[in-house]
């Protein structure tokens, strides 16, 4: 009997997600799930896409995200990514979770909590923030982790500027165990923020104790990314295997100019160390960040943008010098007066960039903010950069590499079950894209741009981003668990 599909797309060039060679070929999607690959001339859909000339890959998995709210603001919110290709996101980064966390109205958390917006703290549980993502409708799927800054803030109160007595760890201790056995997938740490960097690493340890029974992941904003960041990463590996448990490291980097080239340093002693326990990484493909803006971590040698300001609302977009000159003050200044405020530093170098991507041990994640008014272009145009720029036109990776990193390999990483993969029997989380054509449009100047050649883009089998016409409506993303189908 021949085989009956829901969809067809054929003769497209496959990129398996494995980093296998391309082939030409067909998948076809039943309900959520790829029911065959390769030759299926034999079989007919309900509805057939022809792919000729294009390339058919899993769809696109954002490692590293602060959707935490957008994923619950419906799929306008997340256009950002389902026009690039992501079909996942992977939410509580940087010690930064909604949940589970309870905000007074009209108080604003403290930095960098903020990074998720300044208000919606409303979920007691994670458990409460987990039916939420259920019963709100979006394009996306989403893998969530906790984090450590939501922890101190619901346990500490406003005293976060010291490290945790014994009775405050054993509570945040138990909070994780609750989230862990309620669908969370990890615990995230941000030592490099202001109240987080008072923690111990014994109290991080303390803390994350419950994931080695879970078989959750250890993920962290390092404490140090500049001159200290060897320091960082021997800190973060000896968590790792104090609790038993992978650590992932986030947007893995080598911070201002008197760091630059130390990528060779820090990517050898990451290889010497994943002989000996599980770690990995991942970056994006900009050799700026995006954050809360800090004035005391201000330097008049890395150029700073304002993305957002409370009191300041006129100057998103604008360099921060500009503003400074403005109002005849210095930078600093500068910055305390726009505060509650966010900021693109450029604090990179290009090769160090280059050098962390091409590393077989990286993964892709945006890092984008999305609730910033002049976010990022990282929020816009990630994946089609790394497949555009660095792949088709610099070479730094074959396609199917850069696909690699963005599927199959974070996939099996964060354990995804069934996801990140072109297979008879996986989640039909798909992107069609023209391989000589993709490429990113959003600029530091213009960051609200759709990318160039993304075709169409499917969730677990249903059709969500269509080229020309845009977001399609259709809202079949579940929430995923580590290692869970």
Known sequence: MALRCDLIIRDATLFDGTGGPRRVGDVGVTGDRIVGVGDLGGASADREVIGTGKALAPGFIDAHTHDDRAVLSGCECLRCKSSQGVTTVVVGNCGVSLAPLTQQKGKRPPPPLDLVGDSGFSFESFAEYADAVRRTPTAVNTYAIIGHQTLRYRVMGDDLYRPAKDGEIARMRQLVAEAL????????????????????????????????????????????????????????????????????????????????????????????????????????????????LMPDRLRDDVRVIITWSIPHPEFAGKDLAEVARGWNMDQRAAAEKLLPAGAITFQMDEEDVRR???????????????????????????????????????????????????????????????????RPGAYADLVLFDPHKVMDRATFEEPKQESDGIEEVWTNGRAVFRAGTGLTGEAPGRLIRRNRD
Request: hydrophobic residues 40%.
């Open 356 to 422: 962390i991507m091409a590393h077989p041990m990286s993964v892709i994640g945006s890092d984008g903010i999305p609730h910033d008014a002049h976010p990022h272009p990282r929020l816009w145009g990630t994946f089609p950069r790394v497949l555009g720029l660095y792949s088709r036109q610099l070479g730094l990776l074959s396609m199917e590499e850069a696909v690699h990193k963005m599927t199959g390999r974070t996939a099996q990483l964060f354990g995804m079950v069934d996801r990140g993969v072109l």
């Open 181 to 292: 056995a309620e669908g969370a997938s990890g615990f995230s740490t941000g030592l490099y923020y202001k109240p987080n960097m008072h923690a111990t690493t014994e109290e991080v340890i303390a803390v994350a104790e419950p994931l080695r029974a879970a078989g959750g992941m250890y993920f962290t904003h390092m404490r140090d990314e500049a001159d200290k960041v060897c320091a960082s990463i021997e800190e973060t590996l000896k968590i790792g295997k104090s609790v038993g448990v992978p650590v992932w490291i986030s947007h893995h980097k080598c911070s201002m100019p008197e760091n630059y080239g130390r990528s060779v340093q820090t990517l050898a002693l990451l290889e010497a160390s994943a002989s000996l326990q599980e770690v990995a990484y991942d970056m994006y493909p900009y050799p700026a960040g995006s954050t809360v």
